[in-house]
Structure formats: structure tokens, C-alpha cells
């Protein structure tokens, strides 16, 4: 068996490898698509200590850095079961079964998409799911937040200091996020809330160039120009592969302590996929080294 076997192999799976490694035990990676999420990303201003970088160039430092160490790196594999018996056994999509003392659940998530034409052509290209990303590239520009939520007010609050105007559509008769983040939303200046719109279409050519949304009440159709669209319905955990096995939270996140553990002993998870409240590249590998080091704590008092 492996004495760490990290699952998922993006920043937070791949700085779980190199911390536990690091420590001379056998470690093991395996992983649908290495680099995760950062293969969909381009520009990156936030990796601190680089000024800019992009996705895919990040994503093979990262696994040139995995390959510096022993680890054993299984790529084009999905998990589909996790199972507690004298170790804890992973079990492969194509029937393998791996087994290993620890294991570090590092399978990310996945935004939530609106599912109208434009959102995918325009991905990147004026589309864009992460204010503290890319909210500075829409500097002096016109953008809409989608969804009246926590998250989509937080992003509209945060957007209406960088850009010139926020758009807001909720598609329910009202927003849905906390009173006191209501309250600062409705007292700045340049930020309008529209409800009980239903976005229809986002628009553009070679970017994006407006949104059209029905209301919802009326039927009426309406355009609004502008440059950017932030899609805020939503972060889905990748951890329905888990069924009940691991404790999660009502979001579907798996629910770890400060150590990184979850309630199943060995079983240790990190990134995107546990319940932590920001979910960015730096925090996913802090959080992937945390939970290499409670691993091996574990490993050292078993
Ligand atoms: P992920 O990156 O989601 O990696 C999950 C890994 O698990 C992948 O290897 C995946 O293939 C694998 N996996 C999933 N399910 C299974 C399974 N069942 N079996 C095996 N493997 C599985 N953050 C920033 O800090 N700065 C940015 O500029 C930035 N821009 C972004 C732009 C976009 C378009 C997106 C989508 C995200 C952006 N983020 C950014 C967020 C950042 O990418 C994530 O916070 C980070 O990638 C999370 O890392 P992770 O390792 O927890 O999960």
C-alpha cells in the first residue's frame, strides 16, 4: 500500500504529493487531469510571487515539480468509491483498487454555469467566474454579476470599486444574500439590481458586447451592452463520488478539521473541494500542504 495516496491532481492534490514525499514515504497521485482547473485559466496576477502566469504554464510547473520526487503519478483515472478497511482502498473508475494508510481527497470543484448561448463561446473572452481573479481586467468597463446570492453580491460589491457599472440580475423576485450585504450594495452609486430576470443570451463577436435577460413577470425582452459577465451561482464540489462515506456539508464540501482530517480516520481532504470559505490557487496549495503534514502526523502516531 501507499502511505499517502492524494486524489486529484491539481494545485492543492499536487502540493499534498510534494509535502508528503518530501517526508521519504511512498506517495502516490492520481488524477482525472492534472493541473485541474488551472487548465481552464489564462491569465494569473494573483499566484503571489509571480506577477503574471498562465494556466497550463503553471499547471506543468507544478507537475515538473511532482516529478522532481519518487511519486507515482496515475493520470486519466477518476475515483468512484472510497472504502475504510484495514487501509483505506480507492477504487478506480476502470475496476483498480488502490489501497494506502492515508489518503488525500483533492478533487476540487466546478463553477456553476447559467447554461445560455454565449457562456461558453465567450469563456474567457469577457466571461468569467472569479471577481478576485479577473475583476481588475474589467477596469472603467460596464460588466453584469449573475446571481443575487452571497457570492454574486460580495462580487458586485468588490466589482463596483474596480469598474465603472454593475448590473445585477437575480432571477427570483428578490436577492437572496444577507441583509447587511443588501445594505452596502444599495448604497453605492454605480450599481443597479435587477429581479426576476432570466438571462436569456450573452451577446458579443469576437468578445462579449451586452447580455439579453426576459422579465420574468413580464415576458419582455431586454439588452443591456456592456463587457463582462461574472457568473456567480454557484462553486460544485467534485465529491459526490463520495456518497456518505466522508462527512460533508450541506454544499456537498467535505468537512475537515484544522488539521486537514475528516471524520474518517486516514482520510484527509484539501482545496476547492472542502468546506473552506475562498477558494484561489495559493489557498488550495496552503491547504494541500496542511493536509500532507496531518497526514503524516497520523501516519507517525499509527
Ligand atoms: P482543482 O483545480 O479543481 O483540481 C481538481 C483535481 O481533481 C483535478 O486534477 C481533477 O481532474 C481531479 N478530479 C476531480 N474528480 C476526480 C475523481 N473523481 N477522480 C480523480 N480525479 C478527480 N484562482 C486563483 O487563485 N487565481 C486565478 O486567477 C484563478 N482563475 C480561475 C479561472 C478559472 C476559469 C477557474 C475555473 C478557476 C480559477 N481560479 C483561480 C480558481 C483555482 O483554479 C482553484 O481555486 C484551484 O484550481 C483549486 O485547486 P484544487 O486542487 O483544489 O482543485
Known amino acids: 500500500p501507499y502511505d499517502v495516496l492524494v486524489v486529484g491532481g491539481g ?3 499536487a502540493s499534498a504529493a510534494i509535502y508528503a514525499a518530501r517526508k521519504g514515504i511512498r506517495t502516490g497521485i492520481v488524477a482525472e487531469r492534472f493541473g485541474g482547473q488551472v487548465m481552464d485559466t489564462v491569465g494569473i496576477e494573483n499566484f503571489i510571487s509571480v506577477k503574471y502566469t498562465e494556466g497550463p504554464k503553471l499547471a506543468a510547473s507544478l507537475e515538473e515539480h511532482v516529478k522532481e520526487y519518487g511519486i507515482d503519478v496515475m493520470t486519466l483515472q ?8 484495514e ?9 483498480a483498487v488502490l489501497k494506502s494508510k492515508t489518503v488525500i481527497i483533492s478533487t476540487g470543484a466546478r463553477w456553476r454555469n447559467v447554461g445560455v448561448p454565449g457562456e461558453s463561446d465567450f469563456r474567457n473572452k469577457g466571461v468569467t467566474y472569479c471577481p478576485h481573479c479577473d475583476g481588475p481586467l474589467f477596469t472603467g468597463k ?7 446570492g452571497n457570492s454574486g453580491i460580495e462580487a458586485a460589491i468588490d466589482l463596483a470599486g474596480i469598474v ?15 441583509a447587511v450585504l443588501q445594505k452596502r450594495l444599495y448604497s453605492l452609486p454605480n450599481v443597479t439590481v435587477i429581479t426576476n430576470a432570466q438571462t ?13 435577460y426576459a422579465d420574468r413577470d413580464t415576458g419582455v425582452v431586454q439588452h443591456i451592452e456592456l463587457q463582462g459577465v461574472f457568473v456567480q451561482i454557484g462553486l460544485v464540489p467534485n465529491t459526490d463520488w463520495l456518497t456518505d462515506t466522508v462527512e460533508r456539508n450541506r454544499l456537498g464540501e467535505i468537512v475537515v478539521n484544522s488539521h486537514g482530517a475528516t471524520n474518517v480516520p486516514g482520510v484527509f481532504a ?5 468546506n473552506s470559505p475562498y477558494k484561489q490557487i495559493i489557498i488550495s496549495m496552503g491547504s494541500g500542504a496542511n493536509a500532507a503534514l496531518g497526514a503524516f502526523d497520523y501516519l507517525i502516531r499509527n
Not at 477518476?78 to 478497511?85: F, G, Q, S, V
Not at 487501509?87 to 475496476?95: K, Q, S
Not at 465603472?164 to 444577507?178: I, N
Not at 484539501?270 to 472542502?274: F, K, L, R, S, V
Open 164 to 178: 465603472k457599472h454593475v448590473t445585477v440580475l437575480e432571477f427570483m423576485p428578490e436577492l437572496k444574500a444577507d
Open 11 to 13: 494545485p492543492a492534490g
Open 200 to 212: 436569456k443570451e450573452i451577446t458579443g463577436t469576437d468578445k462579449v458586447n451586452g447580455i439579453t
Open 78 to 85: 477518476r475515483a468512484k468509491r472510497l472504502e475504510k478497511k
Open 270 to 274: 484539501a482545496g476547492d473541494c472542502i
Open 142 to 148: 460596464h460588466v453584469a454579476v449573475i446571481g443575487g
Open 87 to 95: 487501509f483505506v482502498e480507492i477504487e478506480l473508475e476502470n475496476g
